[in-house]
């Protein structure tokens, strides 16, 4: 069964760091390419980053850019998104996407990548 888990977050006060993670089973992330997604309450699901299957492909929404780097490391079937700076409009809950199919076309879509993980809580607050 193919499955992602997100792990990482938590609450933080503003300024503070998380490092998300992205693990799979069931499945070699090594030829995927690796979205992260989030999605507040009231708001529709925005990407915030995504990654090539080699690494060396990145992409990152203007809202998180010098903020947050997304890493993957392919030999632990992982992939990280590390938040800095963090900031009380990146409250969201945080998913991680798979697409098999190459660099997505608009890689801040979600119906571009084909599987996803259940989320995990990112809280900025004081």
């Known amino acids: 069964q193919l499955q992602l888990v997100e792990s990482g977050g938590g609450l933080v006060q503003p300024g503070g760091s998380l490092r998300l993670s992205c693990a799979a089973s069931?499945?070699?992330?090594?030829?995927?390419?690796i979205g992260w997604f989030r999605q507040a309450p009231g708001k529709e699901r925005e990407g915030v980053s995504c990654?090539?299957?080699?690494?060396?492909?990145?992409n990152y929404a203007d809202s998180v850019k010098g903020r947050f780097t997304v890493s993957r490391d392919n030999a632990k079937n992982t992939v990280y998104l590390q938040m800095n700076s963090l900031k009380p409009e990146d409250t969201a809950v945080y998913f991680c996407?798979?697409?098999?199919?190459?660099?997505?076309?608009?890689?801040?879509?979600?119906?571009?990548?084909?599987?996803w993980g259940q989320g995990t809580q990112v809280t900025v607050s004081s």
């Open positions: 069931g499945f070699t992330l090594t030829y995927y390419v």
């Open positions: 990654i090539g299957s080699s690494g060396g492909s990145t």
């Open positions: 996407a798979a697409r098999r199919a190459g660099f997505p076309p608009i890689w801040y879509a979600p119906h571009e990548y084909d599987y």
